[in-house]
C-alpha cells in the first residue's frame, strides 16, 4: 500500500520552506518589531485547537486520516466554529511565522496550505462524513462553516 501524503506533511514543507525562503530571499519586509511578535498569538491559537481537535478525535474513538470513514461525527468543542478546525490550526500556526518572519514572501504559505486542503483534502473529508452520517452531518453543516 503506498504511503498517501497527508495534511501534516504538507504543513511541514509549507512551514520549512516560508521559514527557508525568508532567509535566503528576504523579499519586502512588509511587518517588523514590535507588531510581528504578534505571529505568537497565531502559533499559540493553532496549536491550541489542534491539540484540543486530536484529544476529541482519541476521546470519540474516530480517524484523524482524512482518507479513512469516520467512525463519530465530532460536533462539540472547536467542531462548533470550524468543521475543520486542525487545518484551521495548521494554517493560524503558518500565518503566524509570516507575521515573525514578516516578509511578504512568507504569507504564501498559509495561502498555499489552505488552497491544497480546499482542492485535495476537504472535499474528500466532506463526501466521507456526508456518505457516514447522512442527514445529521448534512445539519451540523448548515450549522458550522467550513473555515471560521
Known amino acids: 500500500?503506498?504511503?498517501k501524503i497527508m495534511p501534516t506533511n504538507y504543513f511541514m514543507m509549507l512551514l520549512v520552506l516560508s521559514i527557508v525562503v525568508h532567509f535566503v530571499l528576504p523579499?519586502?519586509?512588509i511587518i517588523r518589531?514590535?507588531?510581528s511578535y504578534s505571529g505568537v498569538l497565531f502559533i499559540v491559537f493553532g496549536a491550541i485547537i489542534n491539540v484540543w481537535t486530536d484529544n476529541l478525535?482519541?476521546?470519540v474513538h474516530t480517524t484523524v486520516k482524512p482518507h479513512?470513514?469516520?467512525?463519530t461525527l465530532t460536533t462539540s468543542g472547536p467542531f462548533r466554529i470550524s468543521r475543520h478546525p486542525m487545518y484551521l490550526g495548521m494554517?493560524?500556526?503558518l500565518l503566524g511565522v509570516s507575521f515573525l518572519c514578516g516578509s511578504f514572501i512568507t504569507f504564501l504559505s498559509p495561502i498555499?496550505?489552505?488552497?491544497?486542503m480546499e482542492a485535495v483534502f476537504i472535499p474528500m473529508e466532506e463526501k466521507n462524513l456526508a456518505s457516514q452520517f447522512g442527514d445529521e452531518y448534512v445539519d451540523y453543516r448548515k450549522r458550522v462553516r467550513r473555515w471560521v
Request: proline share 12%; charged share 15%.
Open 68 to 71: 479513512r470513514m469516520p467512525t
Open 57 to 59: 478525535f482519541k476521546k
Open 112 to 116: 498555499f496550505y489552505m488552497v491544497i
Open 27 to 29: 523579499v519586502f519586509q
Open 33 to 35: 518589531p514590535p507588531f
Open 1 to 3: 500500500m503506498a504511503k
Open 91 to 93: 494554517t493560524s500556526i
